[in-house]
């Protein structure tokens, strides 16, 4: 959701909420890609947009508010439970020949995974530490080959694990002034 409670107190920010919505938890989320459709209570996307640069890191300023893992609707992940959320936002350039497909449905799940061989650069900020003014921070890419990217793919979550449909209602993380950087 754009807001208005930015970092230079002007223009807009991004607000994700994680949420139970329903039957089902939604982390607040953000990626570069698209939507492709639903399935069932399940989510089709295609992670990633076309790139060919080289930046060496992301940029951006953050603020978070952790709350304690309070639903689980995947019973691998039921251990969470009762600790506090993370927000996870990450950074990847790939050169595979197309966008990720990530399917959320258990029984034929596909999520991002960051070994992957076509992946050429990547790097994250995991955390679960509540920050109630703006903070800046920047990842740093770890280029593992040198060769030319195809697309990148930037992804934002209020809860880490909301691929799994995990995490705690209320975790919010607000994003502002995010932008690559170049040596």
């Known amino acids: 959701v754009p807001v208005s409670d930015t970092a230079s107190g002007s223009g807009k920010a991004v607000k994700l909420e994680s949420r139970y919505i329903v039957v089902k938890f939604a982390?607040?989320?953000?990626?570069?890609?698209?939507?492709?459709?639903?399935?069932?209570?399940?989510?089709?996307?295609?992670?990633?947009?076309?790139?060919?640069?080289?930046p060496t890191g992301l940029k951006f300023k953050y603020k978070y508010k952790s709350n304690i893992i309070d639903k689980c609707n995947d019973t691998d992940y039921e251990?969470?439970?009762n600790r506090p959320d993370s927000m996870h936002v990450y950074i990847a350039l790939s050169d595979k020949s197309e966008p990720y497909e990530i399917r959320t449905a258990k029984a034929n799940r596909q999520l991002f995974d960051k070994n992957d061989k076509n992946i050429i650069a990547y790097g994250e900020l995991?955390?679960?530490?509540?920050?109630?003014?703006?903070?800046?921070?920047?990842?740093?890419?770890?280029?593992?080959?040198?060769?030319?990217?195809?697309?990148?793919?930037?992804v934002a979550s209020a809860s880490k694990y909301g691929d799994f449909f995990t995490g705690g209602v209320g975790?919010?993380?607000?994003?502002?002034?995010?932008?690559l950087l170049y040596e």
């Open 27 to 54: 982390a607040g989320n953000l990626f570069t890609g698209t939507y492709v459709k639903t399935d069932g209570t399940n989510g089709i996307l295609s992670f990633g947009r076309e790139f060919d640069s080289y």
């Open 79 to 81: 251990y969470l439970l």
């Open 126 to 154: 995991v955390s679960a530490e509540t920050v109630s003014e703006y903070k800046e921070y920047t990842i740093k890419l770890d280029y593992r080959y040198f060769r030319k990217p195809k697309y990148i793919v930037i």
């Open 171 to 179: 975790s919010t993380l607000y994003l502002d002034e995010m932008e």
